[in-house]
């Protein structure tokens, strides 16, 4: 069963910048896997931020951006505002039986 | 604008069976792929499967592979996730979503239909 890694939980002051990593249980994440980015607020549907790595949606704020390194996808918030508080999920393709794999999540806390 | 509107919220039995939709609207339906995901109480998201209304083509998760059925209907432009029999382990919210391919993006959602299940 693969499996696909995030940390818990990040704390960041507004302001600031904070960077949230995404890797596979099967080894280094490339762009082959075009990595997606969804940010979900308690009670709402998630809304996609970033997709095939690097690419914005028409919506997305431009604090956000999506990048390969290390192995991992990772997103980076740049210049973090209060409303950016929320948890983030990366999503895998993998191809094949397994289609897609969403990240384990991670809360953002900006204090 | 592109909307996907879910089906309300359901409250149901074990073993009873359950079909529940998501409308898409402002766009080519049959040219957008639609996939459906759980999100069990207080968990993370979890993908489950897709269709293209186009020609139905299906693709599920091993997870759900024979534990739910995705469908959709052209001339409508609903798609739909059903079960046979329901069991508690299905209480969660489900969301469908628009995928232009079947690889690289994801970017519409809808709000969510809520489904409850207990004795």
């Known amino acids: 069963q693969t499996v696909v890694t995030q940390e818990p939980s990040l704390t960041v002051s507004p302001g600031g910048t904070v960077t949230l990593t995404c890797a596979s249980s099967?080894?280094?994440?490339?762009?082959?896997?075009?990595p997606n980015w969804f940010q979900q607020k308690p009670g709402q549907a998630p809304r996609a931020l970033i997709y095939?790595?690097?690419n914005k949606h028409s919506w997305t704020p431009a604090r956000f951006s999506g990048s390969l390194l290390g192995g991992k996808a990772v997103l980076t918030l740049s210049g973090v505002q209060p409303e950016d508080e929320a948890e983030y999920y990366c999503?895998?393709?993998?191809?094949?039986?397994?289609?897609?794999?969403f990240g384990t999540g991670t809360k953002v806390t900006v204090l | 604008e592109v909307q996907l509107v879910q089906s309300g919220a359901e409250v149901k039995k074990p073993g009873e069976s359950l079909k529940i939709s998501c409308k898409g609207s402002?766009?080519?339906?049959?040219?957008?792929?639609i996939g459906w995901v759980r999100q069990m109480p207080g968990k993370g998201l979890e993908w489950m499967g897709i269709?293209?209304?186009?020609?139905?083509?299906?693709r599920y998760s091993p997870s759900f592979q024979g534990q739910v059925t995705i469908s959709a209907d052209k001339s409508i432009s609903t798609a739909y996730l059903q079960w046979s029999s329901l069991k508690a382990s299905d209480t969660a919210m489900y969301f469908c979503?628009?995928?232009?391919?079947?690889?690289?993006?994801?970017?519409?959602w809808g709000q969510g239909t809520l489904v409850t299940v207990s004795s």
């Open positions: 269709i293209y209304p186009g020609d139905s083509d299906t």
């Open positions: 099967t080894g280094a994440v490339t762009s082959r896997y075009y």
């Open positions: 979503a628009r995928a232009p391919d079947d690889t690289t993006m994801v970017d519409y």
């Open positions: 999503l895998l393709y993998y191809g094949g039986a397994q289609l897609r794999v």
């Open positions: 402002g766009y080519s339906f049959i040219t957008y792929w």
């Open positions: 095939s790595t690097s």
